[in-house]
């Protein structure tokens, strides 16, 4: 244990601290992001409890049939959903190369990441408004505020949506930090954080996935 | 944790508008906090008249705010006044001076750290939380009136269909915003309070205001996003033509529910009410101790009750919602669950009343406000069991009780306990002494008021006079009652008119009061003993290494040793003069443990 005296202001005097085991070795980032995702994953409880209560309480889910509302595509956001398992494991693999200090890895790895996010992002605009190819929900009757089916369906895949919109930002510029060099020698810190949103993001989107298409 | 000592800013804005310094910050939470509080006060004495002198003018707030009726206030007028009212107080007034005042303040500066882990986090966190009060004000400004839908913000109430106009809607945005504030001030707190203590400083001698504020933020972070998501989904009800709590003929072909919003809400709302206690029991706990120069009586135990009471919260929100027909066994359930919360409250409760036991009491004015929140606390507590056990809540259900034990137990025992820490560390922020005497008319005057009238609201709700009514005298049941509601609000008038005797005294002191000593209490936490008042920018030169935990007064050795009755958290105590120097830290146990 020591303590340095600040005497010169600026950037001097850190208080260099006891390697006490009662501190642990977490970087206070990283605890931060933990706490931060417990909460998060209040959020997205209570929104899903919203869902199983509005759907135990209803008569047929989906509710009526005169409004015909389409089933939600399972094949497809399968399809989704496996890439976003992709996507972390490729994250894995950038914090991997990151304890090692590969630039050239962490780049690849974190690209590839990206690359899932943004594929995924595409596919829900797919999903909800037929970017790409056919309808979309959207125009084959799946209208928000139409029922508590397609109300829950959009707030909840919507607020996870923007999850991964945030996650892709998040990961793009931990790559351009990368790519510049923060991360050759071996603190992998960073990345470690980041892959800890990601992570989370992708084990939500099972719960989601599970709850509001398989069930 | 490397902390660096940063540069003071000296330009005015980022030295006072956009700091990033702890300290300003809690100044900033404070300040706003106590605009609200008396915004929310002068709302309650509105409220108070119309039940003292019901559909009469009232005076100067009502020449000022409600012309159009020339003073008097109409019933959706009073709907909007005790729902804003209730909204104000708890997340504009007591959150931030509590949480966001003395959170900010006492974390960094008692666990001795240069500031919090994120202060531009902390920054943030705190212009988040003014961008939500100014959707409150909005509010106030809607042409339709301001929210009307009661402080739960119950649906259908809360809906277009209940209150439509701009006004709710505001409040459930301005609900949105306050909470982003608080997870993002919550996990600040947990971070700094885990990796930003001292050196020495093990959990076991942090102080238990930092107990308090650190199990409060574990609170914030888990159950306010459960908030955010009721507020959410209210606001797109009213916003984007969802139904999520709109039921029956209203939608037509498939609703929502309404009772959805009751769990969300109370998932959140039982945690909330420990949200604010809990800093109240923190700083009590060490306040009692300081003032009685005796150590906290079972440190540990109340830790671990305050752990308990923390762990229960999450469990017993049904408590709220015994009248909404839910399965008996159920209600059975949250029944005991609530009745389980007593104990570790008596726990804590006890080891007040054994800490200041037979100890040489210091009446002075943070110490009074500290013996006064325990009484409140305790007569609240006590007429809570009657709303907890669902056979008497049958009938104590929407009275006036319950608002009296609400503002017993959670307004007035955060109340007395924020201004036990306002007069406490008011020398730390601000370098000045306030003035005892006004403070002692100021604690006088709020507890025994505060007795009678929310006393009163006990009595009459007991008797049977429903809360929220307009005009309580038009059933003839109640208009007995007049003389007693009467009363209670000349009771509250006074209450109000006291509080003026500190806005005098805060303002007085900060301008020209006395210049405060380092240490002018006499205590042993860091902010006192190493700290000068108000404390420089980084807070500590030297980061200190401590070796026992923040109560330990009233040892013959020391006093003899030191001709004081404390030892600081760092200094090398007894042992260390004593017995052979070479041999280490002391143990903090081996002196002057109970
Ligand atoms: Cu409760």
Redesign the interface.
């Known amino acids: ?1 020591s ?4 005497e010169h ?10 390697k ?1 085991a ?3 070795r ?3 980032g990283k ?2 992001m933990w ?2 995702l ?3 994953g ?2 997205f ?3 899903l ?2 869902y199983g ?2 759907r135990a ?2 008569k047929a889910w989906p ?2 049939a ?2 015909h509302e389409p089933h939600l595509g399972i094949n497809f956001t399968a399809g989704l959903t496996f890439l976003l398992i992709c996507s972390s494991v490729t994250m894995v693999l950038a914090h991997d190369a990151a304890v090692h200090g590969d630039r050239k890895k962490i780049i690849r790895y974190l690209a590839l990441t990206v690359l899932g996010g943004v594929g995924f992002l595409c596919g829900q605009m797919q999903e909800y408004f037929g970017l790409f190819h056919g309808e979309g929900l959207i125009k084959e009757g799946l209208v ?6 397609a ?2 369906f959009f ?1 909840i895949t919507s607020f996870h949506g923007l999850h991964v919109l945030t996650g892709t930002i998040y990961l793009f510029i931990t790559l351009i930090a990368a790519i510049r060099g923060k991360y050759d020698n071996g603190n992998h810190d960073g990345i470690e954080i980041a892959g800890l949103f990601w992570h989370f993001v992708d084990l939500v989107w099972i719960l989601v996935f599970t709850f509001i298409y398989l069930l | 944790m490397e902390q660096h000592i940063h540069p003071e800013p000296k330009a005015f804005i980022w030295k006072y508008v956009f700091s990033i310094d702890h300290k300003v910050i809690a100044k900033q939470f404070l300040w706003t906090g106590l605009m609200f509080l008396a915004l929310g006060g002068t709302l309650a004495m509105m409220i108070r008249w119309q039940w003292a002198y019901p559909k009469t003018a009232v005076p100067v707030v009502g020449a000022l705010f409600l012309s159009h009726t020339g003073g008097a206030i109409t019933p959706p007028t009073y709907t909007s006044i005790f729902t804003m009212h209730g909204l104000i107080m708890i997340f504009w007034a007591i959150t931030p001076i509590l949480i966001g005042a003395f959170g900010n303040f006492c974390i960094p500066l008692m666990i001795g750290a240069r500031d919090m882990a994120f202060p531009k986090l902390n920054m943030y966190s705190y212009w988040m939380f003014f961008a939500s009060s100014v959707l409150v004000i909005l509010s106030f400004t809607s042409q339709l009136g301001a929210a009307s839908a009661g402080w739960t913000t119950y649906p259908p109430l809360s809906t277009n269909v209940g209150a439509p106009g701009w006004g709710q809607t505001y409040m459930a945005l301005a609900i949105f915003a306050t909470g982003v504030s608080t997870i993002m001030g919550g996990i600040n707190y947990i971070v700094t309070v885990i990796r930003y203590r001292a050196p020495g400083m093990t959990w076991f001698r942090l102080p238990l205001t930092i107990w308090g504020m650190w199990l409060t933020a574990i609170l914030n972070v888990l159950f306010v996003p459960v908030l955010g998501s009721a507020a959410l989904l209210l606001s797109l009800d009213r916003l984007a033509g969802t139904h999520f709590f709109v039921a029956g003929a209203a939608v037509g072909i498939q609703g929502g529910d309404p009772m959805l919003f009751q769990h969300l809400f109370w998932i959140f709302g039982h945690p909330e009410v420990y949200i604010l206690i809990l800093p109240v029991w923190g700083i009590v706990g060490d306040i009692l101790s300081f003032f009685s120069r005796k150590p906290a009586f079972w440190y540990k135990g109340s830790v671990f009750a305050m752990i308990a009471v923390t762990v229960l919260s999450a469990v017993v929100y049904g408590h709220h919602m015994y009248q909404t027909g839910m399965a008996p066994l159920l209600g059975l359930g949250f029944e005991m669950l609530t009745l389980a919360i007593s104990v570790p409250a008596v726990v804590l409760f006890v080891n007040w009343l054994n800490t200041i036991w037979k100890g040489s009491l210091r009446l002075e004015v943070p110490m009074l406000f500290a013996l006064g929140m325990v009484f409140v606390f305790g007569a609240g507590g006590l007429t809570g069991l009657l709303l907890g056990t669902i056979s008497t809540d049958i009938y104590l259900h929407d009275t006036m009780y319950v608002v009296g034990h609400f503002h017993l137990t959670m307004a007035a025992a955060s109340f007395l306990g924020s201004f036990s820490a306002l007069y406490f560390w008011f020398p730390k922020m601000y370098g000045k002494q306030m003035d005892q005497n006004l403070g002692k008319v100021h604690f006088w005057g709020s507890v025994v008021f505060i007795t009678l009238v929310f006393g009163g609201q006990l009595v009459a709700g007991y008797s049977g006079q429903h809360r929220r009514l307009f005009e309580p005298y038009q059933y003839t049941y109640i208009r007995h009652l007049a003389p007693l509601n009467r009363w209670t609000s000349f009771a509250a008038f006074a209450l109000g008119a006291t509080q003026l005797i500190f806005v005098v005294n805060f303002i007085k002191s900060i301008l020209m009061g006395k210049k405060a000593e380092q240490n002018p209490w006499h205590v042993s936490t860091l902010e006192w003993t190493h700290c000068a008042s108000p404390p420089i920018y980084h807070n500590f030169d030297i980061v200190p290494t401590v070796v026992r935990g923040a109560h330990e007064y009233a040892d013959p050795a020391v006093k003899k040793k030191f001709g004081r009755d404390y030892l600081d958290q760092v200094e090398p105590g007894l042992s260390a003069v004593d017995e052979d120097s070479s041999a280490g830290m002391p143990e903090p146990e081996a002196i002057g443990a109970e």
């Open positions: 244990m303590a340095t005296v600040a202001g600026e950037h001097h005097g850190p208080a260099e601290w006891s006490d009662h501190y642990g977490a970087s206070a605890i931060a706490i931060f417990l909460s998060d209040f959020s409880g209570g929104l409890l919203a209560i509005l309480g209803a509710p009526d005169s409004l928000f505020g139409g029922s508590a089916y109300n829950t707030v």
